[in-house]
């Protein structure tokens, strides 16, 4: 049995290339995807004693690099939400009032015909919480969160295109 370090090393050496591909596929950035990359080997390295029970190591390095790629993901959309809301309302004062309407009122008069679980549900999801959060705040299974966030997507869907087609 390799070392860790030395075996990390050979994974480096033989999967790096195409790690970087895969992650590139994912994050659209070069440089993101390189960091993300190296972060994937270094947290490879850290849980190499965990890896044991794995049958296929590069199956479990790719896991571990898809999981970093998502977790970055993630935070990137939180930080482009509070973005554009702070955006929204630096425009508030330059736009007219039907400008403003045109884009945000079809959305928040669906919003508001849903029930308001489902519109918590939606508008945490979209503010970038997973749904192993929304699980435990609402004390139930993931499986359930994701049952309903599914059924209120499904709401919000056909009451927009009601109000669209009237």
Known sequence: MLAPHAAIE???ETHQHALF?????????????????????????????????????????????????YDYLRR????????????DQASDNDSSM???LDTREPIQRVLALLPTEAR??????????????????LDCSNAAVRLRL???RERFRKIYLQMSVS
């Open 98 to 100: 039907e400008q403003r």
């Open 21 to 69: 591909t895969h992650l590139l596929r994912l994050v659209g950035d070069p440089m993101i995807a390189e960091d993300l990359c190296q972060e994937a080997f270094l947290k490879a390295l850290r849980n190499w004693d965990k890896q044991e029970q794995i049958n296929n190591q590069v199956a479990w390095l790719y896991r571990i690099a898809t999981n970093t790629a």
């Open 150 to 152: 599914f059924r209120a």
């Open 76 to 87: 990137r959309r939180r930080f482009q939400v509070a973005s554009l809301y702070e955006h």
């Open 10 to 12: 050979r994974l480096y």
């Open 120 to 137: 918590r549900l939606l508008l945490s999801s979209y503010a970038g919480h997973s749904t192993h959060e929304l699980a435990a705040a």
